[in-house]
C-alpha cells in the first residue's frame, strides 16, 4: 500500500477547509468526512460526534477568533495502523495554525497580533471519506503568546516550535515500505524501553538506546522542549518519572510510521498518580489520564526529534484544577 488516496483525500479536505467562509465551514466538512464523524479534541473540547457539530463547536468559533488563518504543516505521512482495532489507513498532519488573534476564543485575551495554535491532527480515511479524527492542539501555548502563566516556570525551554530539521517532513509522495517498517521498529523499541519505566539501566544510558545523542523533544508548553539525551534527562524524563506513580501500560488507538516519521496517539495513553512536583503542582492522590500524540523523525537506527501533544488542561482538570478558568477568569463548560 502506498497510501496515496488517502493523502489525497486528507488534502482535498484541508483545502475545502482552510478556505471556506463561515457558514461554509459546515459544507466543507460533510464533503469530506462522514456525517458521524468520531473527532477527540484537546479539553475543554473532548469527544465531539459528527461532522456537523465539529464545525459549529471547534471550527467556526476558532476561526472567527484566531482570523486570516493560514495552516502551516511541518509534517505529513500516512500508514496502516499496526492495531486491528481500529486498524485502517490513517493520515497525520503536524504543524501551526497561524492567523491574527483577533478574538479571545476560550477566553484568551485576544492581541490582535499573529498567533500561533500548534496542532497535530491524525484522520482515519474510509471508502473516501474521513471517518475518525484525534486533532491535539496546545491551547497553553497559544495563551503564552498573549501574556498569560498558565503553568510555574518550568525547567524545559517554551517555544512556538519549528517542523524537522532536515525539513523533509511534507511526504505528499510514496516512501519505501522498509522505511516505514524500520521507523516503526524504533519507536516500538523505544516504547519498550521508556514507555513502561521497567528498564534497569541509568536513565541517560536506556535513552541511548533508541534516542540520538542529539535529539530534541519538543514537549508541550507547561513543560517544554529539550536538546541532547543529557538535558532531556535532566530536565523532563527523569523529573517526570520521579514525580508519578501506579503508571499504567501504554494503550494507543493509532501507531503508525511511513518514510522515516512516525507516530501514535491515545485516549487516553497511560494513566498515572502525581506525588508532587511536577509542573510546581502539589501531590492530589488522584490517578489522571494522559492523552498524547507523539510525532517522531529517524535518522539512521536512532529517533531524532519528537513532538509532543499532551492534553495537560483535561489531565490537571481531572486533579481540581481548571487552568483555563484559573487564568483567564472565565469557566469553561
Given at each position: 500500500?502506498?497510501?496515496?488516496?488517502?493523502k489525497q483525500?486528507?488534502r482535498?479536505?484541508?483545502?475545502?477547509?482552510?478556505?471556506?467562509?463561515?457558514?461554509?465551514?459546515?459544507?466543507?466538512?460533510?464533503?469530506?468526512?462522514?456525517?458521524?464523524?468520531?473527532?477527540?479534541?484537546?479539553?475543554p473540547?473532548?469527544?465531539?460526534?459528527?461532522?456537523?457539530?465539529?464545525a459549529?463547536?471547534?471550527?467556526q468559533?476558532?476561526?472567527?477568533?484566531?482570523?486570516?488563518?493560514?495552516?502551516r504543516?511541518?509534517?505529513?505521512?500516512?500508514?496502516a495502523?499496526?492495531?486491528?482495532?481500529?486498524g485502517?489507513?490513517?493520515?497525520?498532519?503536524?504543524?501551526?495554525?497561524?492567523?491574527?488573534?483577533d478574538?479571545?476564543?476560550?477566553?484568551?485575551r485576544p492581541?490582535?497580533?499573529?498567533a500561533?495554535?500548534?496542532?497535530?491532527a491524525?484522520?482515519?480515511?474510509?471508502?473516501?471519506?474521513?471517518t475518525?479524527?484525534?486533532?491535539y492542539?496546545?491551547?497553553p501555548?497559544l495563551?503564552m503568546?498573549?501574556?498569560?502563566?498558565?503553568?510555574?516556570?518550568?525547567?524545559?525551554?517554551?517555544?512556538?516550535q519549528?517542523?524537522?530539521?532536515?525539513?523533509d517532513?511534507?511526504?505528499?509522495d510514496?516512501?519505501?515500505?522498509?522505511?516505514g517498517?524500520q521507523?516503526?521498529?524504533t519507536?516500538?523499541?523505544?516504547?519498550?524501553?521508556?514507555?513502561q519505566?521497567?528498564?534497569?539501566?541509568?536513565l541517560e544510558?536506556?535513552?541511548?538506546?533508541t534516542?540520538?545523542d542529539?535529539?530534541?523533544w519538543?514537549?508541550?508548553a507547561?513543560?517544554g522542549?529539550?536538546?541532547t539525551?543529557?538535558?532531556?534527562?535532566?530536565?523532563?524524563s527523569?523529573p517526570?518519572?520521579a514525580?508519578f506513580?501506579?503508571?499504567?501500560?501504554?494503550?494507543?488507538?493509532c501507531?503508525?510510521?511511513e518514510?522515516?516519521?512516525?507516530g501514535?496517539?491515545?485516549?487516553?495513553?497511560?494513566?498515572?498518580?502525581?506525588?508532587g512536583?511536577?509542573?510546581?503542582?502539589?501531590?492530589t492522590?488522584?490517578?489522571?489520564?494522559?492523552r498524547?500524540?507523539?510525532?517522531y523523525?529517524r535518522?539512521g537506527?536512532?529517533?531524532?526529534?519528537?513532538?509532543?501533544f499532551?492534553d495537560?488542561?483535561?489531565?490537571?482538570?481531572?486533579q481540581?484544577?481548571?487552568?483555563?478558568a484559573?487564568?483567564?477568569?472565565?469557566?469553561?463548560?
Amino acid at each position: 500500500m502506498n497510501f496515496q488516496s488517502e493523502k489525497q483525500i486528507v488534502r482535498d479536505f484541508y483545502a475545502d477547509l482552510d478556505g471556506a467562509a463561515g457558514g461554509d465551514i459546515a459544507a466543507a466538512m460533510a464533503r469530506h468526512c462522514h456525517p458521524d464523524l468520531l473527532w477527540r479534541g484537546y479539553h475543554p473540547f473532548g469527544e465531539i460526534h459528527g461532522a456537523e457539530q465539529v464545525a459549529h463547536r471547534f471550527w467556526q468559533p476558532l476561526r472567527e477568533n484566531l482570523t486570516r488563518m493560514q495552516r502551516r504543516v511541518d509534517v505529513f505521512f500516512a500508514g496502516a495502523n499496526r492495531f486491528d482495532d481500529p486498524g485502517g489507513v490513517w493520515v497525520c498532519s503536524m504543524g501551526h495554525l497561524m492567523g491574527l488573534h483577533d478574538g479571545p476564543w476560550l477566553g484568551i485575551r485576544p492581541t490582535g497580533k499573529m498567533a500561533f495554535l500548534r496542532y497535530c491532527a491524525f484522520h482515519k480515511v474510509q471508502d473516501g471519506k474521513i471517518t475518525e479524527t484525534a486533532m491535539y492542539f496546545d491551547i497553553p501555548q497559544l495563551m503564552m503568546q498573549a501574556g498569560l502563566q498558565p503553568f510555574p516556570v518550568q525547567t524545559a525551554a517554551q517555544l512556538v516550535q519549528p517542523g524537522p530539521l532536515t525539513h523533509d517532513g511534507l511526504l505528499y509522495d510514496a516512501q519505501p515500505q522498509v522505511e516505514g517498517a524500520q521507523t516503526l521498529a524504533t519507536i516500538e523499541a523505544m516504547i519498550t524501553d521508556l514507555g513502561q519505566w521497567q528498564n534497569d539501566l541509568p536513565l541517560e544510558e536506556e535513552l541511548a538506546r533508541t534516542w540520538a545523542d542529539d535529539m530534541i523533544w519538543w514537549g508541550p508548553a507547561g513543560i517544554g522542549a529539550a536538546y541532547t539525551i543529557e538535558r532531556y534527562a535532566k530536565q523532563h524524563s527523569g523529573p517526570f518519572r520521579a514525580g508519578f506513580e501506579e503508571r499504567s501500560k501504554t494503550n494507543h488507538i493509532c501507531r503508525m510510521a511511513e518514510g522515516h516519521y512516525g507516530g501514535f496517539f491515545g485516549w487516553p495513553n497511560f494513566t498515572a498518580k502525581p506525588t508532587g512536583g511536577f509542573m510546581g503542582m502539589p501531590a492530589t492522590g488522584k490517578t489522571g489520564e494522559f492523552r498524547v500524540i507523539d510525532i517522531y523523525r529517524r535518522e539512521g537506527d536512532k529517533l531524532a526529534e519528537n513532538w509532543v501533544f499532551i492534553d495537560l488542561l483535561h489531565f490537571w482538570n481531572q486533579q481540581g484544577v481548571d487552568i483555563l478558568a484559573r487564568t483567564t477568569g472565565i469557566e469553561t463548560p
